[in-house]
Nanobody, 121 residues
Framework: QLQAYGGGLVQAGGSLRLTCAAS????????MGWFRRAPGKEREFIAT????????TYRDFVKGRFTISRDNAKNMVYLQMNSLNPEDTAVYFC????????????????WGQGTQVTVSS
């Protein structure tokens, strides 16, 4: 089970840190990813990190602004989001999967419920 939280309302240029807490499984066996779905759009890949956290992949439009990390001792994965802009407004989802480096929703087996991020201009 995955539970994402930490979303909220922030002004453009601000920061948020999303957290995804995992339970009920062996967290370190899964690659973890973050996706988002903006109003009227498809779910899109944001970032993924390997089982150990030693390797990460990002979408180009978040590189240098967002950082994915994980703490296997706490069964948590994080998404630090800086320099937010209104285009980042979306529901953000965390996901767990066994396929390393997947940027497709189909590569993930488990999903959190999503947390809303709203960036005002």
């Amino acid at each position: 089970q995955l539970q994402a939280y930490g979303g909220g309302l922030v002004q453009a240029g601000g920061s948020l840190r999303l957290t995804c807490a995992a339970s009920g499984g062996t967290f370190r066996r899964y690659n973890m990813g973050w996706f988002r779905r903006a109003p009227g759009k498809e779910r899109e890949f944001i970032a993924t990190t390997s089982k150990s956290g030693g390797s990460s992949t990002y979408r180009d439009f978040v590189k240098g602004r967002f950082t994915i990390s994980r703490d296997n001792a706490k069964n948590m994965v994080y998404l630090q989001m800086n320099s937010l802009n209104p285009e980042d407004t979306a529901v953000y989802f965390c996901a767990a999967g066994t396929l390393y480096g997947s940027t497709s929703p189909g590569g993930y087996n488990y999903w959190g419920q999503g947390t809303q991020v709203t960036v005002s201009s």
